[in-house]
């Protein structure tokens, strides 16, 4: 029998600091993480071959990034570290990897979800042509990879990344051609009071905003996306919109980055058949914690974006409190303190988060409910939104995982990742209740994996 | 480095240069570079979708949405935007593959 091991699944800022806080205590934990470098999406660093300097890489970010890098770095002989190790089922208290092209299965006695987010997406026409991505991509590309999305962009959407990606870019040389945001200025106004809890967040976002607009480069409120347009090469030319006084707009661009807010990323935990609820508040499922992070089985822990969006800085505190809440519970009955006032300090962020992602830059339902009909919901399988709703009308179904089975909705490679927010939007439809949609449910291999990876037998060991 | 891309660079320092070869095509790029980079400096499309004529480019870059699979010479799948390039590696796109026969 193998032995069962501390776990931690991500090794973005949340899960980066939980091992900090196992090692510190003299556990070894397991860190498994798809990415080829620790990080996350928030602090990924760029292969060694490409490296630059911390300040070029996170700006204002580069002191908390490094400092936390140091940290991960120097505990790497007191850890199992698994990069570029793909999670692609969890059954009981087993999980089955893909690790250098094989198959291994490592049991687990306790685990930390640190599983993180991507962006939330409400499909628009054009949006899978070559040149369109999502505002997470767009800042990938420049931060790993020091390219640009396209050689002019357009930057649209909602939420904080819309800014930062956009000062970002301008900052490095590339020529941004405006910044449309679907969120009005009353909504900023309206969510002020709980927006000045935030401080430095806050602060760092009126700062974009007065840097972009000093450049001359459009930001606009109030916006709704039309088209994408595509030039005769069949990718991005251009972008069409509506503005908040009704009249059409276009800007030519060779890129478009968009997104609106981030989703948490739960497969692993719909794997491990752990309880969900539909949080109004975050507008999806997530799976349900006490008030200190234990999740509805014992022994799994969540932390990180993808318990829910906090934001960075709220990851390495939840990675840290994931960490003290599973070593008060195998006995270290004296970190109570230290949980509670964790625990504090979270519920203290709240506020603010929900100003910024609820109010100041709500999640258009409106505009996801209505994306017309001929627009693609699912990239993968080429659906458009009216196939979706003429199954829901001829089925009489608004369950999600009907309409997968009767249309392949979600079945592709992606499992429903990047359209399940839009879908649960059209299907929910003029329904009030976003939740009556039903929970999507995921299968193994929650990614594609090759079947060589069999061939040689399932690695029974760690 | 100025090209046709979809993908343009901003100026870093010194990175050490290598060639692949994209359906055949001879291209420089530099190490550290992920296939996806590598493909979309040169140009806009990826490969084709599946099910129509159009284009695609990968979308999410963080291995999410499996949007930018394409091959290496010997068959095996990869995800461009999670694989980096390696010195003289052959990349295979359905697009090339499709027009090149």
Same mark, same amino acid.
């Given at each position: ?5 501390? /776990?931690?699944? @991500?090794? *973005? !800022?949340?899960?980066?600091?939980? +091992?900090?806080?196992?090692?510190? #205590? =003299? ?126 962009? /357009?930057?649209? @959407?909602? *939420? !904080?990344?819309?800014?930062?990606? +956009?000062?970002?870019?301008?900052? #490095? =040389? ?129 932390? @990180?974006? *993808? ?156 | ?101």
């Amino acid at each position: 029998m193998v032995e069962a091991r501390i /776990v931690i699944i @991500g090794a *973005g !800022p949340a899960g980066m600091k939980a +091992a900090l806080s196992l090692v510190e #205590a =003299g556990h070894r934990p397991v860190v498994i993480d798809e990415a080829q470098r620790s990080g996350g999406q928030v602090y990924r660093r760029p292969s060694p071959a490409a490296e630059r300097s911390p300040r070029a890489l996170y700006g204002f970010e580069a002191a908390r990034a490094q400092r936390l890098h140091q940290g991960f770095d120097a505990i790497a002989d007191f850890i199992d570290y698994y990069p570029e190790t793909l999670i692609w089922n969890a059954e009981g208290r087993t999980l089955d990897l893909l690790y250098n092209g094989q198959n291994q299965r490592i049991a687990w006695s306790h685990l930390i979800l640190a599983t993180g987010a991507m962006d939330r997406i409400i499909p628009v026409s054009g949006w899978t042509l070559p040149g369109a991505y999502t505002l997470g991509a767009a800042q990938i590309a420049l931060k790993a990879q020091a390219v640009g999305i396209g050689q002019s962009v /357009v930057f649209f @959407g909602t *939420g !904080p990344l819309l800014y930062l990606v +956009a000062y970002q870019y301008a900052k #490095a =040389g590339i020529t941004v051609k405006a910044v449309l945001d679907v969120s009005a200025f009353r909504q900023s106004v309206v969510a002020l009071p709980q927006l000045l809890t935030g401080g430095r967040t806050f602060a760092k976002g009126l700062f974009f905003l007065a840097w972009l607009r000093a450049r001359r480069i459009p930001v606009l409120r109030g916006i709704t996306p039309v088209e994408i347009v595509a030039g005769t090469d069949q990718a991005v030319a251009g972008i069409t919109i509506r503005t908040a006084g009704g009249k059409l707009r276009h800007f030519d661009c060779s890129g478009v980055g968009f997104g609106y807010g981030l989703r948490s990323e739960t497969q692993i935990a719909d794997l491990l058949e752990l309880e969900f609820a539909f949080e109004h508040n975050h507008r999806q499922w997530l799976p349900v914690s006490d008030d200190n992070g234990r999740a509805s089985t014992c022994g799994v822990y969540l932390a @990180g974006d *993808g318990a829910g969006i906090l934001g960075a800085d709220a990851a390495e505190l939840t990675g840290r409190r994931a960490a003290l809440v599973l070593r008060f519970d195998l006995g270290e009955t004296e970190l109570a303190a230290e949980i509670d006032t964790l625990s504090a300090r979270l519920n203290a962020m709240r506020p603010f988060r929900h100003a910024l992602d609820h109010v100041a830059f709500a999640f258009p339902e409106r505009l996801a409910r209505n994306v017309p009909d001929d627009v693609i919901i699912c990239r993968c399988e080429g659906l458009r939104a009216a196939n979706i709703r003429q199954m829901a009308r001829d089925t009489e179904e608004i369950d999600l995982n009907r309409i997968k089975a009767f249309t392949r909705l979600g079945m592709g490679r992606c499992q429903g990742r990047v359209c399940v927010a839009a879908a649960t939007a059209v299907l929910a439809g003029a329904a009030t209740d976003m939740s009556s949609t039903g929970r999507y449910r995921c299968q193994a291999p929650v990614k594609p994996v090759p079947l060589r990876a069999f061939l040689g037998g399932c690695d029974e060991q760690v | 480095m100025t090209s046709a891309g979809q993908f343009h660079r901003i100026p870093v320092s010194e990175r050490r240069e290598i060639t692949c070869r994209v359906d055949g095509k001879p291209i420089s790029v530099f190490e550290g570079d992920t296939v996806l980079t590598a493909v979309l400096t040169f140009r806009r499309d990826l490969r084709e979708f599946e099910f129509s004529s159009d284009l695609r480019s990968g979308f999410c870059l963080m291995g999410a949405c499996q949007d930018c699979w394409v091959r290496k010479s010997n068959g095996e799948r990869i995800r461009a935007c999670s694989t980096l390039v390696a010195d003289g590696q052959e990349i295979v796109t359905q697009h090339g593959g499709k027009t090149d026969g």
